[in-house]
């Protein structure tokens, strides 16, 4: 019966984010987080619970639970390629040149990223749970930032061109390097009953595979640029396709993320003279899966496990937005950005996404092994209602910068002039 209803499924999701584009449209907003409402309200946690047949009085109407989505195989690969696609994307803006040009840059911006907010998260953490294990796992959830959300507001708002984009993508390549060993250490731990013998195992392979895939990148330009030296538009989808999925493929079943392999997958072939036509080739794949990794990010997205974590959630947005603008802030200027670039690089780093809810996922499948149960449990749901609001929060703080740089701005400008030119008094 699955079966018989899959490709049904596949155009109800379709459907839905056509129309949350549609809407999002309409109200010059941005689709990210229409895609993320309409996949939980089309989900088994929203749909799935109306009882329809005592709602309207007639046994005639289905109940809710047999009209809502459940997170399919397809919509579940489809997610992981939306990650895979996004990260690729920004690979491709990315190369090593211009990462190994901006090395200490990345360096200082990232380091005052990690500081500020993975201190800011162990503070918290501590405060709410009192022992490590929790706190670290809060630390991870607060500190990065969405590559897959920033890198397609990004693109959409046309930023990625604007010198903000710099310290925006700098920041996001540390934070990518950094959590592909922090995953291997969470999971360790945690599934590991809080060992961390256990960690360095799953760490060297992190740490081997990352250092193959740089070394891909720096010695496999000729490579990747013979890869794609042919004359149809069908098979460089399918060779671009098949290198970046199988490399990221192989590095999630190592237990390495599959979003920092797409990224040096799309840094190898950025080298190349094939940029441009890659990009107009996969960029309709990019957001037909990225819509669908959204769609799917609402979809298991409980929001009655809310209620019971709301004031931890409420604290740490109410802790770590602020963070995260003064950390982005200080990474523009790390850039030599002005005030109103700079700010604009607080105010886009601001989301969160797809790590913090894979580090959710960690603490839930370490219930009643390093964590307990209870624990477990308000972790997951402390995440994926953070994870919710920062994305809509982070998207329309982009959204509508220019505003908010017309407030905020003179202000630190006049600081910036208080500072430069002190008073004689």
Same mark, same amino acid.
């Given at each position: 019966?699955?079966?018989?209803?899959?490709?049904?499924?596949?155009?109800?999701?379709?459907?839905?984010?056509?129309?949350?584009?549609?809407?999002?449209?309409?109200?010059?907003?941005?689709?990210?987080?229409?895609?993320?409402?309409?996949?939980?309200?089309?989900?088994?946690?929203?749909?799935?619970?109306?009882?329809?047949?005592?709602?309207?009085?007639?046994?005639?109407?289905?109940?809710?639970?047999?009209?809502?989505?459940?997170?399919?195989?397809?919509?579940?690969?489809?997610?992981?390629?939306?990650?895979?696609?996004?990260?690729?994307?920004?690979?491709?803006?990315?190369?090593?040149?211009?990462?190994?040009?901006?090395?200490?840059?990345?360096?200082?911006?990232?380091?005052?990223?990690?500081?500020?907010?993975?201190?800011?998260?162990?503070?918290?953490?501590?405060?709410?749970?009192?022992?490590?294990?929790?706190?670290?796992?809060?630390?991870?959830?607060?500190?990065?930032?969405?590559?897959?959300?920033?890198?397609?507001?990004?693109?959409?708002?046309?930023?990625?061109?604007?010198?903000?984009?710099?310290?925006?993508?700098?920041?996001?390549?540390?934070?990518?390097?950094?959590?592909?060993?922090?995953?291997?250490?969470?999971?360790?731990?945690?599934?590991?009953?809080?060992?961390?013998?256990?960690?360095?195992?799953?760490?060297?392979?992190?740490?081997?595979?990352?250092?193959?895939?740089?070394?891909?990148?720096?010695?496999?330009?000729?490579?990747?640029?013979?890869?794609?030296?042919?004359?149809?538009?069908?098979?460089?989808?399918?060779?671009?396709?098949? =290198?970046?999925?199988?490399?990221? &493929?192989?590095? *999630? @079943?190592? !237990?390495?993320?599959?979003?920092?392999? /797409? $990224?040096? %997958? +799309?840094?190898?072939?950025?080298?190349?003279?094939?940029?441009?036509?890659?990009?107009?080739?996969?960029?309709?794949?990019?957001?037909?899966?990225?819509?669908?990794?959204?769609?799917?990010?609402?979809?298991?997205?409980?929001?009655?496990?809310?209620?019971?974590?709301?004031?931890?959630?409420?604290?740490?947005?109410?802790?770590?937005?602020?963070?995260?603008?003064?950390?982005?802030?200080?990474?523009?200027?790390?850039?030599?950005?002005?005030?109103?670039?700079?700010?604009?690089?607080?105010?886009?780093?601001?989301?969160?996404?797809?790590?913090?809810?894979?580090?959710?996922? =960690?603490?839930?499948?370490?219930? &009643?092994?390093? *964590? @307990?149960? !209870?624990?477990?449990?308000?972790?997951? /749901? $402390?995440? %994926? +209602?953070?994870?919710?609001?920062?994305?809509?929060?982070?998207?329309?703080?982009?959204?509508?910068?220019?505003?908010?740089?017309?407030?905020?701005?003179?202000?630190?400008?006049?600081?910036?002039?208080?500072?430069?030119?002190?008073?004689?008094?």
């Amino acid at each position: 019966m699955a079966g018989e209803t899959a490709l049904l499924d596949a155009g109800v999701l379709f459907a839905a984010v056509a129309l949350a584009g549609l809407v999002a449209n309409r109200i010059n907003q941005s689709v990210i987080p229409l895609y993320i409402v309409i996949g939980m309200v089309l989900g088994e946690y929203v749909l799935g619970r109306i009882d329809f047949p005592a709602l309207l009085g007639t046994d005639l109407v289905p109940h809710g639970a047999e009209l809502a989505l459940l997170e399919t195989d397809f919509i579940h690969l489809g997610a992981e390629l939306g990650i895979v696609l996004l990260l690729f994307f920004l690979g491709l803006e990315f190369n090593l040149d211009r990462l190994i040009a901006a090395k200490e840059q990345i360096g200082k911006a990232g380091t005052v990223d990690l500081v500020i907010n993975f201190g800011a998260g162990l503070v918290l953490g501590y405060v709410l749970f009192g022992s490590f294990l929790p706190a670290f796992l809060t630390a991870g959830v607060v500190y990065i930032s969405s590559s897959a959300i920033i890198t397609k507001s990004l693109i959409d708002l046309g930023w990625i061109a604007n010198d903000e984009s710099n310290p925006m993508l700098g920041t996001l390549v540390y934070e990518d390097l950094f959590i592909a060993v922090y995953l291997a250490v969470a999971s360790a731990l945690v599934l590991g009953g809080g060992d961390i013998g256990e960690a360095f195992g799953q760490i060297g392979i992190a740490v081997g595979f990352i250092i193959v895939l740089l070394l891909l990148v720096y010695l496999g330009t000729a490579w990747f640029q013979r890869s794609l030296e042919i004359n149809s538009n069908e098979f460089t989808v399918l060779r671009a396709l098949g =290198i970046t999925v199988l490399i990221s &493929g192989a590095a *999630l @079943s190592l !237990g390495v993320s599959e979003a920092v392999a /797409a $990224f040096f %997958v +799309g840094m190898a072939f950025s080298s190349t003279g094939h940029v441009h036509e890659l990009e107009n080739l996969l960029e309709p794949l990019r957001d037909t899966f990225a819509a669908v990794f959204f769609f799917w990010i609402g979809l298991i997205t409980d929001p009655t496990l809310f209620l019971d974590v709301l004031w931890i959630i409420a604290a740490a947005v109410l802790l770590t937005t602020p963070t995260k603008l003064v950390s982005g802030y200080l990474g523009g200027r790390i850039y030599d950005l002005d005030e109103r670039r700079s700010l604009r690089v607080g105010l886009g780093m601001t989301t969160r996404g797809e790590f913090s809810l894979i580090i959710a996922s =960690i603490a839930l499948a370490g219930a &009643g092994i390093g *964590l @307990s149960e !209870g624990i477990a449990d308000d972790i997951y /749901a $402390f995440a %994926v +209602g953070y994870v919710l609001f920062m994305s809509i929060l982070g998207t329309t703080l982009m959204q509508y910068s220019d505003r908010i740089e017309a407030t905020i701005v003179p202000m630190l400008e006049g600081d910036s002039e208080l500072s430069t030119h002190p008073s004689d008094d």
